[in-house]
């Protein structure tokens, strides 16, 4: 009877060393791919959380803070960069061990984030027909169309700006940043005739302003107490209401001067007086993303842009290296008066874009 051969140890029976610490290394390289993910998140969804939070903030900031909200819409797209790799980082956990805390809360930051962004951004993208009344009706002679534009204190393209008055057929033009030199600039192109009407207030600093029109104005008095001159008139249309008019240029709120910014946006809710309607147009030195720039619609306005689904037409800085990024110029108008058109203009020699709207008035 031969004798039994002795068995050969093999890999199945006590495994290859190789493999194990293969295996080691494969899931060492997985955490590593799940914790860059999960990092990558949290980096991408901390500058448009942080601004969110600002956006929706009860309390009062200063700079830079409030700089960095007029760039609130650029952060959107992290956003949506932040949600693919949360998504990615939960699910390369859920095959490994299923969900752990720290890539729910990730995840679940991400989509709030996303959600409160889409609130705070839809409605500017989404016209509202309840407040473009006049969208649908045929031009009257209660039609307006009213243009904005900060001139800037040097430079000014004065057949640009007389150009855009024609090629919009524009009715009333308030310009802030005015002053005595582009003043008789604008009047020696030729403004007066397109325009004939004007209330000005200029001063050497070219921190005055201006509103023209082709109806008969009647002046109010510089807005009290601004730091740039917003002048006032009364508007009155052929065979419509008399209206309100604000040629508006907020302070900045740059370094020292935020609670300037932040009074003259509030005082800018009570310009009616006796007027049937009001307009305010210019440079508000903010955005739909500020508090206080809400604060001053909710007061009783409609932003034009907004209205018409254009609210994030950026209007500065334009004619420079940046490339435009914040609404910082707008039209408001009181709820009686319909909005059927909006757009920008590019003008050269200033880094404001001119805001146009198409307006429709009470009878």
């Known amino acids: ?30 955490r590593l791919q799940i914790s860059w993910w999960a990092v990558a998140a949290v980096v991408l969804i901390l500058p448009s959380a942080g601004l969110t939070a600002l956006s929706s903030r009860p309390w009062n900031i200063g700079t830079p803070w409030v700089q960095l909200l007029s760039g609130y819409p650029l952060t959107f797209p992290l956003t949506v960069l932040a949600l693919v790799a949360a998504v990615l980082a939960f699910r390369k956990v859920r095959r490994r061990a299923g969900s752990t805390v720290a890539s729910t809360v990730i995840l679940g930051v991400t989509i709030a984030v996303l959600a409160a962004q889409s609130l705070l951004l839809a409605p500017r993208i989404i016209a509202d027909p309840r407040k473009n009344d006049g969208a649908t009706e045929p031009p009257t002679p209660r039609s307006l169309s009213v243009m904005a534009l900060n001139v800037g204190s040097g430079g000014w393209d004065v057949p640009a700006i007389t150009a855009a008055v024609t090629d919009n057929n524009v009715d009333l033009l308030a ?83 935020t609670p300037f910014w932040r009074t003259e946006l509030a005082q800018l809710a009570d310009q009616t007086g006796s007027a049937a309607a009001t307009i305010l147009l210019g440079d508000f030195n903010a955005t739909l993303d500020h508090p206080e720039f809400r604060a001053l619609v909710a007061a009783g306005f409609t932003d034009a842009a907004a209205a018409t689904g254009q609210g994030l037409s950026p209007t500065w800085p334009h004619n420079s290296a940046l490339p435009a990024f914040a609404a910082l110029d707008h039209i408001l108008v009181s709820p009686t008066i319909g909005i059927s058109a909006f757009r920008t203009v590019v003008i050269p020699g200033t880094d404001h874009a001119g805001v146009v709207a198409e307006l429709t008035l009470p009878g």
């Open 1 to 30: 009877m031969s004798s039994p051969q002795a068995s050969k140890p093999t890999s199945a029976s006590h495994g290859d060393p190789r493999d194990g610490a293969h295996g080691v290394h494969q899931k060492q390289n997985r």
């Open 175 to 257: 310009l802030p940043e005015l002053g005595p030199l582009s003043l008789e600039a604008l009047e020696a192109g030729g403004l007066s005739d397109l325009l004939p009407y004007s209330v000005t207030d200029v001063d050497w600093a070219d921190t005055g302003s201006g509103v023209f029109s082709r109806f008969p104005l009647e002046a109010q008095g510089k807005v009290p107490g601004s730091v740039f001159n917003q002048s006032r008139a009364l508007l009155s249309v052929d065979q419509g209401p008399t209206l309100a008019v604000t040629a508006v240029h907020v302070d900045s709120p740059r370094p020292g001067h």
